[in-house]
């Protein structure tokens, strides 16, 4: 009696279909899952970048309205922001002559 048959042939043929076909259903969900995290992250990042656009624009926005409050200031106004942009305590020194070379 053989043991390499038709029947136990067409066995092995169909088993080793099953097996290949179920270790093919592993592969695709992993990377179905693998395609679902990568379009979360991307999803995330562009939300953030987003947010810092938005948030740019606001503060824009929010500068270019208080500039016509500014224009409306009286001229004593406009000398002290001057002088509060100064660094205070800051002092020019002039530079020590330089040693003539003998």
Known sequence: MSIFTKRNAAVGYITLKAASR???RRR???RSGLKLARYI???LISV???AGVAAV????HAGTAEGPEED???????GSDEAESEIVG???TAAPEPIPAT
């Open 22 to 24: 179920a270790l093919e």
């Open 28 to 30: 695709s969900r992993r």
């Open 41 to 43: 992250a991307l999803g």
């Open 48 to 50: 953030g970048i987003l």
């Open 57 to 60: 624009a606001m503060r824009r």
């Open 72 to 78: 409306s200031a009286t001229e004593d106004d406009a």
């Open 90 to 92: 800051e002092y020019v």
